[in-house]
């Protein structure tokens, strides 16, 4: 298939392809919020000053087949710097499918375009989905580098709604949202459901950052609503609320929001984004109970899965761990060029790996997986 490449310097320029993008997108059956135009569209304009964004685009007569926003910067690791490539939306983007259908051909020239464009040491690739198409074009692109670096970012849990989802969980689950209800109703706390839009989105947001403020989330620095990332969050939850995407179920003490969930609805599966609550509440247990309002709404609304957009790769303590009917894999692909730098780096990053593994009594090559190209 003969392919057409063209490259753009922004989401709101005038030549490029919203709606062909959004087309696209609608093709991968993989897609997520964060392939979203609003949701990218918000993280190019809180780029930092020393990165810029580069857009490539595969064209197959007039219909899109690749739309790649690439955003380009220098780091430091070994006592060297040099240029690396990150998608755009790194690092609050919780995870992607690759918006490609290229076939191998076109993903060689594909890869061909950013060597030539984007002279760089290494192309990484964060919280990719393990779908078919997106390991294939990974796989192809893999074999095209200097070395190559598979690295298992997390397990992130999910519920199959089904009519399951309204009968009770397992017995202790049963019993701590029991309690937790019961506490609930002693001091008069209720649970809301919110489905914001342009309109309402702006107070909404105002509450669920003042309860991250307080929490420990807020105390540490680490929230969404903390700067600089704040903005960011306000832009793109505000652009995504006004497509109707945004989902927040949230208890209430005396009119004021004391817990949160924060979600995004794409294609019937609620990604559970992010969530705080008051210190003072901790004994609520409110993030299981919201959880559990998060099923059922979702089993009244029609929804098919409850997903934690992400969670830590080790340790960690998400409540959709105690309800999961699976895992969904996510991958960060590195990819090093042929110039010096980057077979310089590959060589490096294995060997750091290697030692890694040996101290840690791993067998090379378990969960972070890696190869030199042939």
Same mark, same amino acid.
């Given at each position: 298939m003969d392919y057409r490449f063209q490259w753009c310097d922004s989401l709101s320029a005038p030549d490029f392809p919203t709606q062909?993008?959004?087309? %696209?997108? +609608?093709?991968?059956? $993989?897609?997520?919020? /964060?392939? $979203?135009?609003?949701?990218?569209?918000?993280?190019?304009?809180?780029?930092?000053?020393?990165?810029?964004?580069?857009?490539l685009l595969g064209w197959s007569g007039d219909q899109l087949h690749l739309c790649l926003p690439l955003v380009t910067f220098r780091e430091s690791r070994f006592g060297l710097t040099w240029r690396t490539l990150r998608h755009l939306g790194y690092p609050l983007t919780d995870r992607l499918a690759l918006p490609c259908l290229l076939d191998r051909q076109g993903l060689t020239q594909a890869l061909e375009a950013i060597r030539q464009r984007l002279p760089h040491?290494?192309?990484? %690739?964060?919280?990719?989905?393990?779908?078919? +198409?997106?390991?294939?074009?990974?796989? $192809?692109w893999a074999s095209l580098s200097s070395n190559h670096h598979r690295h298992l970012s997390c397990r992130a849990p999910y519920h199959r709604l089904g009519a399951e989802a309204v009968q009770e969980p397992h017995r202790n689950v049963r019993y701590k949202l029991r309690k937790a209800r019961r506490r609930c109703e002693q001091i008069g706390v209720v649970i809301r459901r919110v489905t914001p839009d342009a309109a309402t989105i702006g107070e909404v947001l105002d509450s669920l950052a003042a309860v991250e403020e307080r929490s420990w989330k807020g105390q540490e620095e680490v929230g969404i609503f903390c700067e600089p990332r704040g903005r960011w969050m306000r832009e793109a939850f505000g652009a995504l609320a006004a497509q109707g995407l945004v989902r927040v179920v949230m208890l209430?003490?005396?009119?004021?929001?004391?817990?949160? &969930?924060?979600?995004? %609805?794409?294609?019937?599966? %609620?990604?559970?984004? +992010?969530?705080a609550f008051l210190p003072e509440y901790a004994d609520l247990s409110g993030g299981r109970l919201l959880l559990d309002e998060w099923?059922?709404?979702? /089993?009244?609304?029609?929804?098919?899965?409850?997903?934690?957009?992400?969670?830590?790769? =080790?340790?960690?303590?998400?409540?959709?761990?105690? &309800?999961? =009917?699976?895992?969904?894999? $996510?991958?960060?692909? =590195? /990819?090093? =060029?042929?110039?010096?730098?980057?077979?310089?780096?590959?060589?490096?990053?294995?060997?750091?790996?290697?030692?890694?593994?040996?101290?840690?009594?791993?067998?090379?090559?378990?969960?972070?997986?890696?190869?030199?190209?042939?």
């Amino acid at each position: 298939m003969d392919y057409r490449f063209q490259w753009c310097d922004s989401l709101s320029a005038p030549d490029f392809p919203t709606q062909a993008y959004t087309q %696209l997108c +609608n093709r991968l059956t $993989h897609a997520t919020p /964060f392939n $979203h135009p609003a949701w990218l569209l918000a993280a190019e304009h809180h780029l930092q000053p020393d990165q810029s964004l580069h857009i490539l685009l595969g064209w197959s007569g007039d219909q899109l087949h690749l739309c790649l926003p690439l955003v380009t910067f220098r780091e430091s690791r070994f006592g060297l710097t040099w240029r690396t490539l990150r998608h755009l939306g790194y690092p609050l983007t919780d995870r992607l499918a690759l918006p490609c259908l290229l076939d191998r051909q076109g993903l060689t020239q594909a890869l061909e375009a950013i060597r030539q464009r984007l002279p760089h040491t290494v192309l990484q %690739l964060n919280e990719f989905t393990t779908d078919a +198409n997106t390991l294939r074009c990974m796989e $192809h692109w893999a074999s095209l580098s200097s070395n190559h670096h598979r690295h298992l970012s997390c397990r992130a849990p999910y519920h199959r709604l089904g009519a399951e989802a309204v009968q009770e969980p397992h017995r202790n689950v049963r019993y701590k949202l029991r309690k937790a209800r019961r506490r609930c109703e002693q001091i008069g706390v209720v649970i809301r459901r919110v489905t914001p839009d342009a309109a309402t989105i702006g107070e909404v947001l105002d509450s669920l950052a003042a309860v991250e403020e307080r929490s420990w989330k807020g105390q540490e620095e680490v929230g969404i609503f903390c700067e600089p990332r704040g903005r960011w969050m306000r832009e793109a939850f505000g652009a995504l609320a006004a497509q109707g995407l945004v989902r927040v179920v949230m208890l209430e003490h005396e009119g004021r929001c004391i817990s949160y &969930r924060l979600g995004l %609805l794409e294609r019937g599966r %609620l990604y559970d984004y +992010n969530l705080a609550f008051l210190p003072e509440y901790a004994d609520l247990s409110g993030g299981r109970l919201l959880l559990d309002e998060w099923i059922q709404w979702g /089993f009244e609304e029609g929804w098919r899965w409850i997903d934690a957009s992400r969670v830590s790769r =080790s340790g960690s303590t998400h409540q959709l761990h105690e &309800r999961m =009917s699976g895992q969904v894999e $996510h991958l960060r692909w =590195s /990819f090093y =060029s042929w110039r010096p730098s980057g077979v310089l780096m590959g060589l490096a990053h294995r060997a750091w790996e290697w030692r890694k593994q040996r101290r840690n009594g791993e067998e090379p090559g378990g969960e972070a997986l890696q190869g030199a190209s042939q």
